[in-house]
C-alpha cells in the first residue's frame, strides 16, 4: 500500500476576519478534518506553517490545537508540524522531545540541521524533512561560507544541507513563497517579490507540502503543492473551494493527489443589489442568512443606518461597500481591498507619483525597494 498523506496548512487559529471570531467555525472545521482522518486513515497528517494565526496565540487557540493534536494521536496518527511566519518557532515547538514519543512530531527551532523523521512500506523509508518558515537572516549564519542574499539562495542552503538521499522517497513540509504563486488578499505581502522561492530547490523531494498561500494550487505539477486554508479568510477568497489534500507514495517516483472538499459552518459570501432588492423575502429565502457577508448596496442614496437594518436579515454582515455614482467618481469602492494586494514598494511608487505627478526613477526605485528589504529582513 503507498504511503499516505493528508496535507493541512495554515490553520491561522485564534483569527478574527472582520472583528468577528472565527473560534467556533475552526473548531468546527476540524471536527470535519478529524472525520476525513477516520475515513481515508492515512500514514501521517502534515501541518505546513501558520498554526495560530498571531505569534503570541490565545489560550483557547493553544487549547483548540492540543485537543486536535492529542484526538489525533489517540488515533495513532503520526502528525508532523512547522511553524509559519505567523507563528513562534520556539513556542510551537516547546515539549516538542516528549511529544515525539506519542507521534507529534514538531519542527524544533531552525539551528542550520534538519534530522527527518521516518516511515516505512513495502517499497522502503519514506523520510520526512520538516523545515519551518525561514528568511535569509536566520539561515545566513549557520552557513558563514556561502552567500544567502535572498530567499532561494537561504533554503538551497538549508536543502543541501540535509544531504537528502534520493534512491528514497523524501517529503518536504516548508512555509514560503514559491514564485508563481497565486497570492490572495489576507496574506502577508513582501517588498517586491523579496520573499520568493524559486521551486527548482525542492528538485531532490517526492512531495513539497507547502503553506502560506491561502488557495489550494499546484506549483508546476502536483510534486510540489499548497493545500490551502481549511477556511475562507477574506472575501478575496469567496470563489475558494477549500478541501483537504491527500498525497500518496508509492514506488519511488508514483505520486497521486487528490482533494477532498470541505464544508464549513458558516461560508464567505458576497452580494450586491439595492438594500430593497437584498431585503425582500423572495432573495434572501434561497440564502443561509447565518453566513458571512460582504455586502455591496447600489442605491444612489445611502441608506440610513444600513448596517443595522441589513443585520436583521444577515446577522453576520462583516462589510458593507456602496457601489454607486459618488463612489465610482471618488474611486472609493473596493479601494482599500486593492491596495491589500499590492506590495510596500508599488504602494510607495503610487503614493511618490500622487504628490510628485511622475514616477519614481530607476535609481530611486532601487533606494526604496533596497530600504524595503532592509527593514523587512530585520522584522524577526
Given at each position: 500500500?503507498?504511503?499516505?498523506?493528508?496535507?493541512?496548512?495554515?490553520?491561522?487559529?485564534?483569527?478574527?476576519?472582520?472583528?468577528?471570531?472565527?473560534?467556533?467555525?475552526?473548531?468546527?472545521?476540524?471536527?470535519?478534518?478529524?472525520?476525513i482522518?477516520?475515513?481515508?486513515?492515512?500514514?501521517?497528517?502534515?501541518?505546513?506553517?501558520?498554526?495560530?494565526?498571531?505569534?503570541?496565540?490565545?489560550?483557547?487557540?493553544?487549547?483548540?490545537?492540543?485537543?486536535?493534536?492529542?484526538?489525533?494521536?489517540?488515533?495513532?496518527?503520526?502528525?508532523?508540524?512547522?511553524?509559519?511566519?505567523?507563528?513562534?518557532p520556539?513556542?510551537?515547538?516547546?515539549?516538542?522531545?516528549?511529544?515525539d514519543?506519542?507521534?507529534?512530531?514538531?519542527?524544533?527551532?531552525?539551528?542550520?540541521?534538519?534530522?527527518?523523521?521516518?516511515?516505512e512500506?513495502?517499497?522502503?523509508?519514506?523520510?520526512?524533512?520538516?523545515?519551518?518558515?525561514?528568511?535569509?537572516?536566520?539561515?545566513?549564519?549557520?552557513?558563514?561560507?556561502?552567500?544567502?542574499?535572498?530567499?532561494?539562495?537561504?533554503?538551497?542552503?538549508?536543502?543541501?544541507?540535509?544531504?537528502?538521499?534520493?534512491?528514497?522517497?523524501?517529503?518536504?513540509?516548508?512555509?514560503?513563497?514559491?514564485?508563481?504563486?497565486?497570492?490572495?488578499?489576507?496574506?502577508?505581502?513582501?517588498?517586491?517579490?523579496?520573499?520568493?522561492?524559486?521551486?527548482?530547490?525542492?528538485?531532490?523531494?517526492?512531495?513539497?507540502?507547502?503553506?502560506?498561500?491561502?488557495?489550494?494550487?499546484?506549483?508546476?505539477?502536483?510534486?510540489?503543492?499548497?493545500?490551502?486554508?481549511?477556511?475562507?479568510?477574506?472575501?478575496?477568497?469567496?470563489?475558494h473551494?477549500?478541501?483537504?489534500?491527500?498525497?500518496?507514495?508509492?514506488?519511488?517516483?508514483?505520486?497521486?493527489?487528490?482533494?477532498?472538499?470541505?464544508?464549513?459552518?458558516?461560508?464567505?459570501?458576497?452580494?450586491r443589489?439595492?438594500?430593497?432588492?437584498?431585503?425582500?423575502?423572495?432573495?434572501?429565502?434561497?440564502?443561509?442568512?447565518?453566513?458571512?457577508?460582504?455586502?455591496?448596496?447600489?442605491?444612489?442614496?445611502?441608506?440610513?443606518d444600513?448596517?443595522?437594518?441589513?443585520?436583521?436579515?444577515?446577522?453576520?454582515?462583516?462589510?458593507?461597500?456602496?457601489?454607486?455614482?459618488?463612489?465610482?467618481?471618488?474611486g472609493?469602492?473596493?479601494?482599500?481591498?486593492?491596495?491589500?494586494?499590492?506590495?510596500?514598494?508599488?504602494?510607495?511608487?503610487?503614493?511618490?507619483?500622487?504628490?510628485?505627478?511622475?514616477?519614481?526613477?530607476?535609481?530611486?526605485?532601487?533606494?526604496?525597494?533596497?530600504?524595503?528589504?532592509?527593514?523587512?529582513?530585520?522584522?524577526?
Amino acid at each position: 500500500m503507498p504511503v499516505k498523506f493528508i496535507h493541512l496548512s495554515d490553520l491561522h487559529l485564534g483569527k478574527r476576519v472582520n472583528e468577528f471570531s472565527m473560534m467556533e467555525d475552526q473548531e468546527y472545521i476540524l471536527e470535519e478534518i478529524l472525520n476525513i482522518v477516520d475515513e481515508e486513515q492515512p500514514d501521517g497528517v502534515l501541518i505546513a506553517g501558520d498554526v495560530y494565526d498571531k505569534s503570541v496565540p490565545s489560550g483557547e487557540a493553544v487549547q483548540l490545537f492540543d485537543k486536535f493534536l492529542t484526538r489525533l494521536a489517540r488515533r495513532g496518527r503520526e502528525v508532523f508540524v512547522i511553524s509559519g511566519n505567523h507563528d513562534s518557532p520556539e513556542r510551537l515547538a516547546f515539549g516538542s522531545r516528549l511529544m515525539d514519543g506519542s507521534g507529534i512530531h514538531m519542527a524544533p527551532v531552525y539551528d542550520g540541521t534538519v534530522v527527518p523523521a521516518e516511515l516505512e512500506d513495502e517499497y522502503g523509508p519514506v523520510r520526512i524533512y520538516l523545515l519551518p518558515f525561514l528568511k535569509p537572516a536566520g539561515v545566513r549564519r549557520f552557513f558563514p561560507d556561502r552567500e544567502v542574499d535572498s530567499y532561494t539562495a537561504a533554503i538551497q542552503a538549508a536543502v543541501d544541507a540535509m544531504e537528502v538521499d534520493r534512491q528514497v522517497r523524501n517529503v518536504l513540509v516548508t512555509h514560503q513563497f514559491v514564485t508563481g504563486a497565486s497570492r490572495s488578499e489576507s496574506e502577508e505581502i513582501s517588498v517586491g517579490g523579496a520573499d520568493n522561492v524559486d521551486a527548482s530547490v525542492f528538485e531532490p523531494f517526492d512531495y513539497v507540502a507547502l503553506g502560506h498561500i491561502h488557495g489550494p494550487q499546484n506549483i508546476g505539477s502536483e510534486r510540489i503543492r499548497y493545500c490551502g486554508t481549511p477556511l475562507k479568510y477574506s472575501f478575496s477568497e469567496a470563489n475558494h473551494k477549500k478541501s483537504v489534500t491527500v498525497a500518496e507514495l508509492g514506488r519511488k517516483g508514483e505520486l497521486t493527489v487528490r482533494t477532498i472538499p470541505l464544508t464549513p459552518k458558516r461560508d464567505l459570501k458576497e452580494i450586491r443589489g439595492t438594500y430593497m432588492e437584498l431585503t425582500a423575502k423572495t432573495f434572501y429565502d434561497g440564502l443561509n442568512r447565518e453566513d458571512y457577508y460582504h455586502i455591496t448596496l447600489t442605491d444612489e442614496e445611502d441608506v440610513r443606518d444600513a448596517v443595522g437594518k441589513l443585520r436583521v436579515v444577515y446577522p453576520n454582515l462583516m462589510k458593507l461597500d456602496y457601489d454607486n455614482r459618488r463612489t465610482r467618481a471618488s474611486g472609493q469602492i473596493r479601494g482599500a481591498e486593492q491596495a491589500e494586494t499590492k506590495s510596500p514598494l508599488e504602494l510607495f511608487g503610487e503614493f511618490y507619483k500622487k504628490q510628485n505627478g511622475q514616477d519614481m526613477s530607476p535609481e530611486q526605485t532601487a533606494l526604496i525597494r533596497d530600504m524595503i528589504e532592509e527593514i523587512w529582513e530585520g522584522d524577526r
